[in-house]
């Protein structure tokens, strides 16, 4: 059974910093290309971050910057630092792992920016 497992959300102030893990099960993680993508109620999800399997990265735009992902082959996780946090990247963050086959999510963890 696949599970992604996030950990780290919360509230912090503007200006703050928080680390969001994702705890991988199931698959085979180094073949997996590896995201965080966050949804505001009402919006669309959108893409934060992927690695791929050879940690070649790629940003939103808005996060550029200030957010770091990075990835551990040998404990099946992915992480996004997040620096100097802004109320607009409130969301729910979301881990995702994809090849061309599959495609999972996890369930999720809040981040909340505000002072």
């Known amino acids: 059974q696949v599970q992604l497992v996030e950990s780290g959300g919360g509230l912090v102030q503007p200006g703050g910093s928080l680390r969001l893990s994702c705890a991988a099960s199931?698959?085979?993680?180094?073949?997996?290309?590896m995201g965080w993508y966050r949804q505001v109620p009402g919006k669309q999800r959108e893409l934060v971050a992927v690695i791929t399997s050879s940690s070649t990265t790629n940003y939103a735009d808005s996060v550029k910057g200030r957010f770091t992902i990075s990835r551990d082959n040998s404990k099946n996780t992915v992480d996004l630092q997040m620096n100097s946090l802004k109320p607009e990247d409130t969301a729910v963050y979301y881990c995702?792992?994809?090849?061309?086959?599959?495609?999972?999510w996890g369930k999720g963890t809040l981040v909340t920016v505000s002072s």
């Open positions: 995702n792992a994809r090849t061309t086959a599959f495609n999972y």
């Open positions: 199931g698959i085979i993680f180094r073949n997996y290309v």
